[in-house]
């Protein structure tokens, strides 16, 4: 019982000390530190301007996009070309290679084998680098579309007064009343007026 006591007062004590304080710095003429200034009374009607962007389909539907895509397409294109004519090549040594194996002498026979295992692991290594250069290119492009299109964001987010611009496909939730404004087409025009066709 005695413990509860001792309690129940060093509760009273820590409010009432609590209470002393606060009385205290709500008497004391507030100073405002150097460069930060007083927050306005709530009047609640805050705006709170919010947008969202779909940067996959600005990317994708912009001039810049759109060139981008005709020029990786070009570009595998090429690379397709080049290794279909690789695999006739290996295609052609594979059926020379079955018809004349009896003709051949094992010496001759295993030269070609090896031969073909060559060009084979040739054209495997063609189809990598192929695949990486691509990659490297799409990586290069998308990085360029995006870089300006960051630029042209921050600029219209700052110059129409939102305090914040998102990508779509990373939010995962807002509340209803601070639902971002979807700026995608009007982005996109931006994109489209800073690099036209």
Not at 84 to 90: P, R, V
Not at 160 to 165: D, E, H, K, L, S
Request: hydrophobic fraction near 40%.
């Amino acid at each position: 019982m005695r413990i509860v006591s001792l309690f129940v007062w060093f509760c009273l004590t820590i409010g009432v000390a609590a209470a002393a304080v606060a009385a205290e710095e709500a008497t004391k003429p507030s100073v405002a530190a150097e460069g930060v200034k007083p927050v306005p009374a709530d009047t609640g009607k805050t705006e709170v301007k919010l947008g969202s962007v779909d940067f996959r389909k600005v990317a994708v539907e912009s001039n810049a996009g759109k060139k981008a895509a005709a020029l990786l397409k070009e570009m595998s294109g090429k690379y397709q070309a080049k290794l279909n004519t690789k695999a006739k090549e290996l295609e052609k040594m594979k059926k020379s290679l079955e018809e004349n194996a009896r003709s051949l002498s094992q010496a001759k026979l295993q030269a070609r084998e090896k031969e073909m295992q060559k060009k084979f692991k040739e054209y495997q290594e063609f189809g990598r680098n192929a695949e990486l250069e691509l990659q490297k290119k799409e990586a290069e492009l998308t990085d360029q579309i995006g870089e300006r299109m960051l630029k042209l964001v921050k600029e219209y987010g700052s110059k129409n007064g939102y305090i914040a611009i998102v990508r779509k496909d990373t939010m995962m939730y807002t509340d209803a009343k601070y639902e971002p404004k979807d700026l995608t087409d009007e982005v996109l025009k931006l994109v489209n007026e800073a690099d036209p066709k």
